[in-house]
């Protein structure tokens, strides 16, 4: 089945620098990545989603500045946190489907990015 | 409203029984309906897919859509203890089918 890829699985960084988050699509091409966070006992919430070569879009009362998306292969997509802050914390998870099967199919979710701001 | 609606649970059910897990969306025109595995600390794994009204069976999971309803529910037989988790229900968007709203997760304690 899909695979897909996120690094890191856990991050710690200080209040006021960035953080990097890569999901790749291992044995497939994916035009479309979604980005999730969830908080604990929570729900997923999508933050936006990924467009190959194209600029994200982004869910209401998600900061495009904040969260910079960048999709610029068919593999790879990436979140960058940028000047966390401790309310940032949380899990981040990254979905992509193979692009050759029918749409409605389910997505497979990566292993997800515990971040932690301190 | 929420776009997917599930009970919080915990639900408890002892080794063997019949887990029977329940959601509701908002959005009739849906066409896609997941059912998704989390457990603690670990991203979401797909457990059944469903799009057509009736059942649709996979080994001890069976998934039941009623679209007139807008209801969809997930069954579990001979529930073990490594089916403890919380199961989230996905539905796909009303205009955009690649975009999925999620329930908030129902918690299963299966009680060896």
């Known amino acids: 089945g899909a695979v897909v890829s996120q690094h890191p699985s856990r991050v710690i960084c200080k209040s006021g620098t960035s953080v990097k988050i890569e999901c790749r699509s291992l044995d497939f091409q994916a035009t479309t990545m979604f980005w999730y966070r969830q908080f604990p006992k929570q729900s997923l919430m999508l933050m936006a989603t990924?467009?190959?070569?194209?600029?994200?879009?982004?869910e209401q009362g998600v900061e495009k500045d904040k969260f910079l998306i960048n999709h610029a292969s068919l593999t790879l997509s990436t979140l960058t946190v940028t000047s966390a802050h401790p309310e940032d914390s949380s899990f981040y998870i990254c979905s992509a489907r193979d692009s050759g099967t029918g749409e409605g199919y389910g997505y497979t979710f990566g292993s997800g990015t515990r971040l932690t701001v301190v | 409203q929420k776009e997917v609606e599930q009970n919080s649970g915990p639900l408890s059910v002892p080794e063997g029984a019949i887990a029977s897990l329940n959601c509701t969306y908002s959005d009739r025109g849906s066409q896609s309906f997941f059912w998704y595995r989390q457990y603690s600390g670990k991203s979401p794994e797909l457990i059944m897919s469903?799009?057509?009204?009736g059942d649709k069976e996979d080994g001890r999971f069976t998934a039941q859509l009623n679209k007139a309803s807008q209801y969809v529910s997930l069954l579990i037989r001979d529930s073990q203890p490594s089916d403890s988790a919380t199961y989230l229900c996905?539905?796909?968007?009303?205009?955009?089918?690649?975009?999925?709203?999620f329930g908030s997760g129902t918690k299963l304690n299966v009680k060896p």
């Open positions: 990924s467009n190959e070569g194209s600029k994200a879009t982004y």
């Open positions: 469903i799009y057509s009204n």
């Open positions: 996905a539905v796909n968007h009303l205009y955009n089918f690649n975009k999925f709203y």
